[in-house]
């Protein structure tokens, strides 16, 4: 009984990820919006895309202000005037954060977090400025971190396997 439900568990976490991956596909290439997930999982030492898109007008670069935040007040990445801004990020992401600037023109502002670590499991928050301060946006996600190696026991996935 129980390595069905561990199994069962398995397989709704797998088909979380892909339709994740699948959403975000869409997303960067604009045949759907993804605002506001409710939760994104990803692996030590591995890498997730935070999403974040803003599709209410057409920004110019010297327009665009994004500002990533970590549980409310960490920095973790700023894009101002349409330019990377990292100056003031904190220690907890120099060098673990990639953006897109190639995507920032379509209104796409997603960051991928590398080299993951249980310390990053928490709130992650886009704010999109545009330059007026009128109709900006914020989306939040909840970054959840879980160590892939040892969600299942080398027993629990033989329980599966027959010969």
């Known amino acids: ?9 398995l ?16 997303d960067l290439t604009g045949k759907v919006s993804l ?7 990803g ?3 591995g890498s ?6 803003y599709n209410e007008k057409e920004l110019k670069p010297e327009e665009m202000n994004v500002f ?15 330019a990377p801004a990292i100056e003031r990020q904190n220690a907890m992401f120099t060098n673990r954060i990639e953006s897109f600037p190639s995507e920032y023109a379509m209104g796409n502002f997603s960051i991928r977090l590398n080299h993951l670590n249980f310390t990053d499991a ?4 886009c704010f999109i400025i545009p330059h ?6 914020e989306h939040k996600l909840t970054l959840l971190v879980k160590d892939v190696k040892t969600e299942l026991s080398s027993k629990e996935l033989w329980q599966d396997v027959s010969f």
């Open 1 to 9: 009984m129980r390595s069905s439900t561990l199994s069962g568990k």
């Open 43 to 45: 692996g030590v030492r």
């Open 48 to 53: 997730v895309i935070l999403p974040c898109s």
């Open 35 to 41: 605002q506001d997930p409710v939760e994104i999982i």
């Open 122 to 125: 928490g709130q992650f928050s």
């Open 68 to 82: 990533w935040r970590y549980n409310n007040s960490m920095v973790v990445y700023n894009i101002e005037k349409g």
């Open 11 to 26: 397989h709704w976490n797998q088909y979380k990820i892909i339709w994740c991956f699948i959403y975000l596909f869409l």
């Open 132 to 137: 007026n301060y009128e109709e900006h946006k």
